[in-house]
Structures are given as C-alpha cells and as structure tokens.
C-alpha cells in the first residue's frame, strides 16, 4: 500500500473515530485533526496527524487493528506515544512521553500549533483558556528544542 493510499485510510478511519464530536468552541473536531493533518511535512507526519487521537476517542480502535490496517509499526508506536495512558495522565508527564518518537514530537508539534491559534476563538478569551494556552505554549517550546 502506498503511503497516499494509506493517508487516505487513516482519513476514513479518523472521520469515523471523531464523527459526531466537536471541539472547545463547538465546531466539528474532525477540522483539528485535518488542520494538524495538513501542518505534516511527511506523509508518516500526515498520517501520525490524523491518527493522534482515535486511540483516546474510539474505544473500538486499537494499536492492533492499526497495525492489521498496515500502518507501519514506526506510525503505531508515535501513536501510542501521543495518546495519554490513562486517560487522567499528568500532561507534562504526557509530552515527555512523546520524546520516545521523533515522530510523534512532530506532529505534537503541529497540533499545539492549531491549538494555540487564536484565530479559532470565537469568543473573548477567560482566565482558564490563558492557562490552557500558556500550558501549550510551554509544552510547545520544550518540544521543539528536542525536534
């Protein structure tokens, strides 16, 4: 399978996985997932970009099905290194663990990015969405003196 026939797969697969879900501000979150899709330099960064999240929202993915669908064990393992275990994880414990995939510090990259884009706020910003961002913002600079 070609790396676009494989893009394209994990496209359907996350449309599935976020169908019917929305972000913070009440838009489909399937646009994040195509927003960090579209930061990727690589297709493994495209492909990583789109998978970041089935694992946490879709109970009925696995690490295994991914790997039956043929994506690459390196495509898998970023995965899993982006995707919080349990669920409650401390989140700098959390970016930590994506250092084990330069990978997976790629595309986390890409997706603190979208999340830190103002653009996407509709409303006046409170206090909490500040912190949220400020935690961004530090996870953001850790990783990319690693990267």
Avoid: W
Wanted: glycine residues 4%.
């Amino acid at each position: 399978m070609t790396k676009e026939e494989l893009l394209n797969k994990a496209i359907k697969i996350a449309n599935r996985a976020h169908k019917g879900q929305t972000d913070k501000f009440g838009t489909p979150y399937i646009g994040h997932i195509m927003r960090v899709m579209n930061y990727g330099k690589t297709y493994d960064e495209k492909i990583v970009g789109v998978l970041h999240d089935v694992i946490e929202d879709c109970p009925e993915i696995t690490y295994e099905y991914l790997l039956q669908e043929g994506f690459s064990n390196e495509i898998v393992f970023a995965i899993e290194c982006l995707t919080k275990n349990p669920a409650d994880q401390d989140y700098t414990e959390f970016v930590k663990q994506t250092e084990r995939s330069p990978l997976a510090i790629a595309v986390k990259l890409n997706d603190l990015r979208d999340n830190m884009d103002l653009t996407r706020f509709t409303k006046p910003l409170t206090e909490r969405d500040f912190k949220r961002l400020n935690k961004y913002l530090n996870a953001y600079l850790y990783l990319k003196e690693k990267y």
